[in-house]
Protein backbone atom coordinates (compact mmCIF):
# COMPACT_ATOMS: atom_id res chain seq x y z
CA UNK A 1 0.00 0.00 0.00
CA UNK A 2 1.28 3.37 -0.93
CA UNK A 3 2.59 5.67 1.94
CA UNK A 4 3.10 9.03 2.20
CA UNK A 5 7.08 10.16 2.31
CA UNK A 6 8.37 12.84 4.15
CA UNK A 7 12.00 13.87 3.04
CA UNK A 8 13.94 15.56 5.73
CA UNK A 9 17.06 18.33 4.50
CA UNK A 10 18.01 18.41 7.57
CA UNK A 11 14.97 17.78 9.86
CA UNK A 12 16.46 19.58 12.95
CA UNK A 13 16.05 22.95 9.99
CA UNK A 14 12.56 22.61 9.24
CA UNK A 15 11.65 22.16 13.20
CA UNK A 16 13.12 25.44 14.35
CA UNK A 17 11.19 27.06 11.23
CA UNK A 18 7.73 26.09 12.30
CA UNK A 19 9.02 26.18 16.63
CA UNK A 20 9.76 30.18 15.68
CA UNK A 21 6.49 30.47 13.60
CA UNK A 22 5.25 29.10 16.63
CA UNK A 23 6.42 31.40 19.34
CA UNK A 24 6.09 34.53 17.05
CA UNK A 25 2.53 33.96 16.18
CA UNK A 26 1.61 33.22 19.79
CA UNK A 27 3.15 36.31 21.04
CA UNK A 28 1.01 38.34 18.62
CA UNK A 29 -1.76 36.94 19.03
CA UNK A 30 -1.21 37.72 23.00
CA UNK A 31 -0.67 41.29 22.02
CA UNK A 32 -3.64 41.34 19.53
CA UNK A 33 -5.68 40.02 22.72
CA UNK A 34 -4.41 42.76 24.98
CA UNK A 35 -5.12 45.48 22.94
CA UNK A 36 -8.35 43.96 22.40
CA UNK A 37 -9.25 44.12 25.95
CA UNK A 38 -7.45 47.31 26.82
CA UNK A 39 -4.74 46.03 28.72
CA UNK A 40 -1.78 48.74 29.55
CA UNK A 41 0.72 47.97 27.08
CA UNK A 42 3.78 48.16 28.56
CA UNK A 43 2.61 45.56 31.80
CA UNK A 44 1.56 43.23 29.56
CA UNK A 45 4.31 42.86 26.82
CA UNK A 46 6.30 42.00 30.11
CA UNK A 47 4.10 39.60 31.54
CA UNK A 48 4.37 37.92 27.70
CA UNK A 49 7.87 37.93 28.04
CA UNK A 50 8.47 36.12 31.12
CA UNK A 51 5.59 33.54 30.39
CA UNK A 52 7.72 32.55 27.18
CA UNK A 53 10.92 32.35 29.13
CA UNK A 54 9.52 30.18 31.70
CA UNK A 55 7.38 28.11 28.73
CA UNK A 56 10.89 26.94 27.21
CA UNK A 57 12.33 26.66 30.52
CA UNK A 58 9.15 24.71 31.78
CA UNK A 59 9.93 22.29 28.30
CA UNK A 60 13.22 21.45 29.46
CA UNK A 61 13.32 21.06 32.91
CA UNK A 62 10.45 18.04 32.55
CA UNK A 63 11.78 16.41 30.03
CA UNK A 64 14.89 15.68 32.26
CA UNK A 65 15.87 12.29 33.24
CA UNK A 66 16.01 11.62 37.08
CA UNK A 67 19.77 10.91 36.18
CA UNK A 68 20.17 14.55 34.78
CA UNK A 69 18.36 15.86 37.51
CA UNK A 70 20.99 14.37 39.87
CA UNK A 71 24.10 15.57 37.54
CA UNK A 72 22.63 19.51 37.56
CA UNK A 73 21.34 19.43 41.24
CA UNK A 74 25.30 17.80 42.22
CA UNK A 75 27.05 20.02 40.08
CA UNK A 76 24.88 23.01 40.54
CA UNK A 77 25.03 23.54 36.69
CA UNK A 78 22.68 23.03 33.63
CA UNK A 79 23.11 20.12 31.85
CA UNK A 80 22.33 19.96 28.15
CA UNK A 81 18.70 19.44 27.01
CA UNK A 82 17.75 18.98 23.95
CA UNK A 83 14.14 17.21 24.70
CA UNK A 84 11.31 18.94 25.49
CA UNK A 85 8.23 18.80 27.87
CA UNK A 86 5.10 20.33 26.57
CA UNK A 87 3.33 20.09 29.85
CA UNK A 88 5.81 21.03 32.08
CA UNK A 89 5.94 24.61 29.72
CA UNK A 90 2.45 25.24 30.20
CA UNK A 91 3.09 24.65 34.20
CA UNK A 92 5.75 27.14 33.93
CA UNK A 93 3.71 29.18 31.93
CA UNK A 94 0.92 29.36 33.88
CA UNK A 95 3.39 30.17 37.10
CA UNK A 96 4.95 33.20 35.20
CA UNK A 97 1.34 34.69 34.49
CA UNK A 98 0.89 34.59 38.22
CA UNK A 99 4.18 35.86 38.92
CA UNK A 100 4.02 38.51 36.34
CA UNK A 101 0.14 39.53 37.62
CA UNK A 102 1.47 39.47 41.05
CA UNK A 103 4.82 41.73 40.95
CA UNK A 104 3.09 44.34 38.55
CA UNK A 105 -0.10 44.38 40.18
CA UNK A 106 -1.50 43.67 37.19
CA UNK A 107 -5.50 43.09 37.83
CA UNK A 108 -6.98 42.55 34.77
CA UNK A 109 -8.24 39.23 33.78
CA UNK A 110 -5.77 37.81 31.44
CA UNK A 111 -6.14 33.85 31.70
CA UNK A 112 -8.35 34.18 28.71
CA UNK A 113 -6.49 35.75 26.40
CA UNK A 114 -4.22 32.60 26.45
CA UNK A 115 -7.09 30.93 25.47
CA UNK A 116 -6.34 31.10 21.66
CA UNK A 117 -2.87 31.87 21.39
CA UNK A 118 -2.04 28.22 22.83
CA UNK A 119 -3.54 26.34 20.65
CA UNK A 120 -2.66 28.25 17.72
CA UNK A 121 1.34 28.07 18.57
CA UNK A 122 1.03 24.56 19.42
CA UNK A 123 -1.21 23.82 15.97
CA UNK A 124 2.03 25.71 14.24
CA UNK A 125 5.04 23.25 16.23
CA UNK A 126 2.84 20.33 15.27
CA UNK A 127 3.99 20.91 11.62
CA UNK A 128 7.40 20.98 12.90
CA UNK A 129 7.41 17.81 14.84
CA UNK A 130 5.76 16.22 11.60
CA UNK A 131 8.67 17.54 9.26
CA UNK A 132 11.27 16.85 11.76
CA UNK A 133 9.69 12.91 13.00
CA UNK A 134 9.85 13.73 16.36
CA UNK A 135 6.31 12.69 18.53
CA UNK A 136 5.78 9.58 16.02
CA UNK A 137 3.14 7.29 15.59
CA UNK A 138 2.67 3.53 15.99
CA UNK A 139 3.12 1.27 13.04
CA UNK A 140 0.00 2.07 10.55
CA UNK A 141 -0.58 0.49 7.17
CA UNK A 142 -2.98 2.94 6.34
CA UNK A 143 -2.99 4.88 3.14
CA UNK A 144 -1.70 8.42 4.89
CA UNK A 145 0.65 6.61 6.83
CA UNK A 146 4.08 8.00 6.18
CA UNK A 147 7.79 6.63 5.83
CA UNK A 148 10.67 8.78 7.35
CA UNK A 149 13.97 8.95 5.87
CA UNK A 150 17.60 7.66 8.08
CA UNK A 151 18.93 10.39 10.42
CA UNK A 152 14.78 11.18 11.99
CA UNK A 153 13.74 9.44 15.12
CA UNK A 154 11.35 6.53 13.56
CA UNK A 155 14.17 5.21 11.11
CA UNK A 156 17.25 4.95 14.15
CA UNK A 157 14.37 3.54 16.74
CA UNK A 158 12.59 0.88 13.68
CA UNK A 159 16.49 -0.04 13.22
CA UNK A 160 17.35 -0.69 16.82
CA UNK A 161 13.75 -2.61 17.43
CA UNK A 162 15.25 -4.78 14.30
CA UNK A 163 12.13 -4.04 12.40
CA UNK A 164 14.45 -2.87 9.19
CA UNK A 165 17.66 -3.90 7.90
CA UNK A 166 20.97 -1.49 7.68
CA UNK A 167 20.14 -0.91 3.83
CA UNK A 168 16.77 0.26 4.45
CA UNK A 169 16.78 4.17 3.92
CA UNK A 170 13.28 4.65 5.03
CA UNK A 171 11.40 3.44 7.73
CA UNK A 172 8.19 1.38 8.46
CA UNK A 173 5.10 3.25 7.88
CA UNK A 174 3.49 5.05 11.02
CA UNK A 175 0.36 7.16 12.06
CA UNK A 176 1.20 11.12 11.52
CA UNK A 177 0.17 11.66 15.00
CA UNK A 178 1.63 15.08 14.62
CA UNK A 179 -0.51 16.44 11.62
CA UNK A 180 -3.64 14.42 14.12
CA UNK A 181 -2.97 16.33 16.66
CA UNK A 182 -2.12 19.93 14.82
CA UNK A 183 -5.60 19.15 12.83
CA UNK A 184 -6.85 18.45 16.40
CA UNK A 185 -5.74 22.06 18.11
CA UNK A 186 -6.79 24.19 14.69
CA UNK A 187 -10.36 23.08 15.63
CA UNK A 188 -9.81 23.99 19.03
CA UNK A 189 -8.64 27.55 18.19
CA UNK A 190 -12.01 27.16 15.93
CA UNK A 191 -14.19 26.17 19.25
CA UNK A 192 -13.10 28.78 21.87
CA UNK A 193 -13.19 31.61 19.13
CA UNK A 194 -16.89 30.75 18.52
CA UNK A 195 -17.99 30.15 22.31
CA UNK A 196 -15.63 33.04 23.42
CA UNK A 197 -18.54 35.62 24.23
CA UNK A 198 -20.82 33.02 25.68
CA UNK A 199 -19.28 31.94 29.04
CA UNK A 200 -20.43 34.41 31.59
CA UNK A 201 -17.44 33.88 33.39
CA UNK A 202 -13.78 35.54 33.26
CA UNK A 203 -11.12 32.36 32.86
CA UNK A 204 -14.14 29.94 31.72
CA UNK A 205 -12.47 30.33 27.67
CA UNK A 206 -9.16 28.99 28.88
CA UNK A 207 -10.50 26.22 31.31
CA UNK A 208 -12.22 24.98 27.80
CA UNK A 209 -9.30 25.28 25.85
CA UNK A 210 -7.12 23.57 28.18
CA UNK A 211 -9.86 20.66 28.96
CA UNK A 212 -10.23 20.39 24.98
CA UNK A 213 -6.71 19.96 24.44
CA UNK A 214 -6.10 17.11 26.93
CA UNK A 215 -9.02 15.32 25.78
CA UNK A 216 -6.99 15.63 22.03
CA UNK A 217 -3.98 14.47 23.77
CA UNK A 218 -5.38 12.31 25.39
CA UNK A 219 -7.05 10.29 22.63
CA UNK A 220 -4.15 11.06 20.08
CA UNK A 221 -1.66 9.14 23.40
CA UNK A 222 -3.22 5.70 21.47
CA UNK A 223 -1.54 5.81 18.31
CA UNK A 224 1.68 7.35 19.67
CA UNK A 225 4.94 4.93 19.36
CA UNK A 226 5.36 4.74 23.40
CA UNK A 227 9.20 5.42 22.26
CA UNK A 228 8.77 8.90 20.73
CA UNK A 229 7.60 10.24 24.41
CA UNK A 230 10.31 12.58 26.51
CA UNK A 231 8.49 11.22 29.63
CA UNK A 232 4.89 9.35 29.63
CA UNK A 233 5.14 7.05 27.14
CA UNK A 234 5.15 4.34 30.01
CA UNK A 235 2.61 1.83 29.91
CA UNK A 236 0.27 1.40 33.06
CA UNK A 237 -2.41 -1.13 31.92
CA UNK A 238 -4.06 -0.56 29.07
CA UNK A 239 -3.28 3.34 29.02
CA UNK A 240 0.71 5.26 29.07
CA UNK A 241 1.42 7.47 31.99
CA UNK A 242 0.73 10.73 30.43
CA UNK A 243 -2.91 9.02 29.63
CA UNK A 244 -3.29 8.34 33.34
CA UNK A 245 -2.37 11.68 34.65
CA UNK A 246 -4.78 13.25 31.97
CA UNK A 247 -7.56 11.08 33.14
CA UNK A 248 -7.28 12.84 36.85
CA UNK A 249 -6.64 16.12 35.70
CA UNK A 250 -9.37 17.02 32.89
CA UNK A 251 -12.71 15.89 35.07
CA UNK A 252 -10.89 18.20 37.75
CA UNK A 253 -10.71 21.40 35.01
CA UNK A 254 -14.46 19.93 33.41
CA UNK A 255 -15.70 20.47 37.04
CA UNK A 256 -14.44 23.99 37.33
CA UNK A 257 -15.46 25.24 34.41
CA UNK A 258 -18.90 23.56 35.00
CA UNK A 259 -18.95 25.32 38.59
CA UNK A 260 -17.83 29.02 37.44
CA UNK A 261 -20.17 28.95 34.78
CA UNK A 262 -23.14 27.73 36.79
CA UNK A 263 -22.56 28.96 40.68
CA UNK A 264 -20.30 31.72 40.63
CA UNK A 265 -21.29 35.15 39.56
CA UNK A 266 -18.90 36.89 37.14
CA UNK A 267 -16.53 39.29 38.51
CA UNK A 268 -16.50 43.14 36.88
CA UNK A 269 -13.92 45.78 36.86
CA UNK A 270 -15.54 48.57 39.11
CA UNK A 271 -12.99 50.79 37.91
CA UNK A 272 -9.55 50.97 36.14
CA UNK A 273 -6.77 48.75 38.36
CA UNK A 274 -4.36 51.25 39.26
CA UNK A 275 -0.99 51.04 36.92
CA UNK A 276 2.37 49.73 38.48
CA UNK A 277 5.10 52.46 39.31
CA UNK A 278 7.63 52.78 37.27
CA UNK A 279 10.27 51.46 39.38
CA UNK A 280 7.96 48.04 39.95
CA UNK A 281 8.19 47.54 36.18
CA UNK A 282 12.06 48.40 35.54
CA UNK A 283 12.65 45.52 38.58
CA UNK A 284 10.42 43.05 36.72
CA UNK A 285 11.94 44.17 33.61
CA UNK A 286 15.72 43.46 35.05
CA UNK A 287 14.68 40.27 37.05
CA UNK A 288 13.35 38.86 33.34
CA UNK A 289 16.50 39.89 31.94
CA UNK A 290 18.72 38.39 34.32
CA UNK A 291 16.35 35.03 34.12
CA UNK A 292 17.27 35.16 30.29
CA UNK A 293 20.81 35.94 31.00
CA UNK A 294 21.45 33.13 32.99
CA UNK A 295 19.28 30.40 31.04
CA UNK A 296 20.10 32.03 27.51
CA UNK A 297 23.23 29.19 27.42
CA UNK A 298 20.61 26.54 27.84
CA UNK A 299 18.62 28.34 24.61
CA UNK A 300 18.94 26.91 21.57
CA UNK A 301 19.94 29.87 19.05
CA UNK A 302 16.51 29.75 17.97
CA UNK A 303 14.85 30.52 20.81
CA UNK A 304 17.53 33.21 21.91
CA UNK A 305 16.30 34.71 18.76
CA UNK A 306 13.00 34.51 19.38
CA UNK A 307 12.55 35.89 22.96
CA UNK A 308 15.34 38.85 22.12
CA UNK A 309 13.47 39.90 19.22
CA UNK A 310 10.17 39.97 21.98
CA UNK A 311 12.59 41.49 24.67
Not at 63 to 68: Q, S
Amino acid sequence: MNTLFIHLSPPHQQFSIFYSAAFVAAVLVLIWEGRKRKFPVLPWLLIIIFSQILFITGTKLFALTGEEWRLMLENLELVPAAKKELTGGILLLVGGIWLGKRWLKFRYPVADAFALAIPFGLFLQKWGCFFAGCCFGKLSDLPWAVQYPVMTLPHYQHFQQGIIGAGQSLSLPVHPVQLYEGIGTLLIVFLVWHFGKRWKYQGSSMLFSLSCYLFLRFLVEFLKDPLAHTTGGNSIGPMNLTQWIILILLPVLVFLLFFRENYKKPLTLAAAPTLPSHLNIFAFFSFSVLIFAGLSQWFTPVERLVLFLIF
